[in-house]
């Protein structure tokens, strides 16, 4: 399995800056793709930022240029710096490792898993 944790919210002026983190552990192997959702009350899960394998870095077009997302294979974590925030990108921030799918050079490694981890989420609240 795959164990993921979020940290690094917290409550922010607008304008201001934050950095998020997402560790992952155990079978870290045969992650594909790390990837920040948000989610603000009553509303959808949406998604923010991917880090795929192959680096196609992709955001929602709401915090391009203001979000970076990069990622440290060597550590499996990825972070999501946050540059000029607003009130509306407060939210439950969640990462997301999706599975490598079979078939793969790692599929008997990866057996049994599940297609995806979640985090628990890390809230940021940012003020106005």
């Known amino acids: 399995h795959v164990q993921v944790v979020e940290s690094g919210g917290g409550l922010v002026q607008a304008g201001g800056s934050l950095i998020l983190s997402c560790a992952a552990s155990?079978?870290?192997?045969?992650?594909?793709?790390m990837i920040w959702f948000r989610q603000l009350p009553g509303e959808e899960r949406e998604w923010v930022a991917a880090y795929p394998n192959d680096g196609s870095l992709s955001y929602r077009d709401s915090v391009k240029g203001r979000f970076t997302i990069s990622r440290d294979k060597a550590k499996n974590t990825a972070f999501l710096e946050m540059k000029s925030l607003r009130p509306e990108d407060s939210a439950v921030y969640y990462c997301?490792?999706?599975?490598?799918?079979?078939?793969?050079?790692?599929?008997?490694?990866?057996?049994?898993?599940?297609?995806?981890?979640w985090g628990q989420g890390t809230q940021v609240t940012v003020s106005s």
């Open positions: 155990g079978d870290t192997m045969c992650i594909q793709n």
């Open positions: 997301k490792v999706d599975i490598i799918p079979a078939p793969s050079p790692v599929q008997d490694l990866c057996a049994g898993l599940d297609r995806d981890y």
